[in-house]
Every structure is written in C-alpha cells, then in structure tokens.
T-cell receptor
Framework: GEDVEQSLFLSVREGDSSVINCTYTDSSSTYLYWYKQEPGAGLQLLTYIFSNMDMKQDQRLTVLLNKKDKHLSLRIADTQTGDSAIYFCAERTSGGSYIPTFGRGTSLIVHP | EPEVTQTPSHQVTQMGQEVILRCVPISNHLYFYWYRQILGQKVEFLVSFYNNEISEKSEIFDDQFSVERPDGSNFTLKIRSTKLEDSAMYFC??????????FGPGTRLTVL
C-alpha cells in the first residue's frame, strides 16, 4: 500500500530557513499536501501541489517536488516562532479514493 | 471563518464502555470524515460519509465503530466497547467536494 515518510523532528533558529522533507511510495500520486497542526488545533491545509508541477511558491512557503525520486519538501523562509508546529505531508491519487495518506508529521521547533 | 468543531476535547473512559465523539462540520459541507492518530504514529483514515451513508471505510473501522448524522449539524463517531488500543486523537474533517478537507481540533480519547 501507499506509504509516506517524514523525519520526526526539526529544530531551527528564528530567521533561518526550514526545510521539511517527505518521501512517498505511490507513483500514481497526483496531489501532494502539506498540513500544519498547531497545539490544540486541527490540521490546517497549508499548500498543495499537483504531480505535474515541480515547484510552487506561496509567500514564505516553497514546495519542491521531485517526482522521479518521489520526494516532496516544504521550505519555510525566515522561520518565525509562530511557525512552530507539526507539519504533515500527505498524498492521494486523482481517481478512486479521495482519501489522502498521511505521514507521521514533523515537529518543527523554532528557537530564538 | 467557518471551522470544524469537536467535543469533547478530551474523553477518558473505562475499557468496555461506549463513547460517542461529536463533530460539527462546516455548515455547507457535504462530505464528512473521521481519522485517528495513535500517539507517535500516522494519521489514519477511518471512514467517510456522504449523502447519509458510509462512502468508504478502512480496515480499522470494524463492527465496534459506527457513524451517524443525527441532525443537520452533528456528525458522530461511536465506539461500542472501547479497548485500550482505541486510545488516540480522533479528528473529524469535512469538505464541500470530495477534495480539500478541513479538520477539527481533535478529541483525545484515553481508555483506561
């Protein structure tokens, strides 16, 4: 079955860039998502990318997709303490089930 | 901004007891979902619900689980006889189409 893997923790200094990485196994993945979960809150959709794209930029967020290696990354520029959260990578295919497969989440810790 | 709400935020129960987890999806959404996340593990899909019936369910969603939309606003997950391994965060989500899902803050279920 499909699998999505992420590293569990990332610690960065405020003002630096953060890069959160994700790998997936389903070569037919069409949609790839990044969700953010702040303490006590639900999963908030941050951004997504279609598999026919290599990159998507949205303000401080840059998503890079290497479809050949099945590798997805989320770069946060000028990381702030408010970016501290758990970031979930997820993927799904375009047909059949609309249910995404999630990774375990990466805890991003931003310290001064 | 409309949001998905869940109650209670934390539920403690004895093994073998029945629990009902409640969710209020976003009002004009038509698709509803339950997920769970056991501590340290991945977010796992349980069930999706559309047009007053289950549209998809995972292997986890066995006979101990049921879902209901008792009125026009609530969406509930019932676990008939809880087991220790049911301890997890349970997330409700909703979507207007079978696409972008909006998540609630979760209910932490602790089975003793």
């Amino acid at each position: 079955g499909e699998d999505v893997e992420q590293s569990l923790f990332l610690s960065v200094r405020e003002g630096d860039s953060s890069v959160i990485n994700c790998t997936y196994t389903d070569s037919s993945s069409t949609y790839l998502y990044w969700y953010k979960q702040e303490p006590g809150a639900g999963l908030q959709l941050l951004t997504y990318i279609f598999s026919n794209m290599d990159m998507k930029q949205d303000q401080r967020l840059t998503v890079l997709l290497n479809k050949k290696d099945k590798h997805l990354s989320l770069r946060i520029a000028d990381t702030q303490t408010g970016d501290s959260a758990i970031y979930f990578c997820a993927e799904r295919t375009s047909g059949g089930s609309y249910i995404p497969t999630f990774g375990r989440g990466t805890s991003l810790i931003v310290h001064p | 901004e409309p949001e998905v709400t869940q109650t209670p935020s934390h539920q403690v129960t004895q093994m073998g007891q029945e629990v009902i987890l409640r969710c209020v999806p976003i009002s004009n959404h038509l698709y509803f979902y339950w997920y769970r996340q056991i501590l340290g593990q991945k977010v796992e899909f349980l069930v999706s619900f559309y047009n007053n019936e289950i549209s998809e369910k995972s292997e986890i969603f066995d006979d101990q689980f049921s879902v209901e939309r008792p009125d026009g606003s609530n969406f509930t997950l019932k676990i008939r006889s809880t087991k220790l391994e049911d301890s997890a965060m349970y997330f409700c989500a909703s979507s207007s189409l079978a696409d972008t899902q909006y998540f609630g803050p979760g209910t932490r279920l602790t089975v003793l």
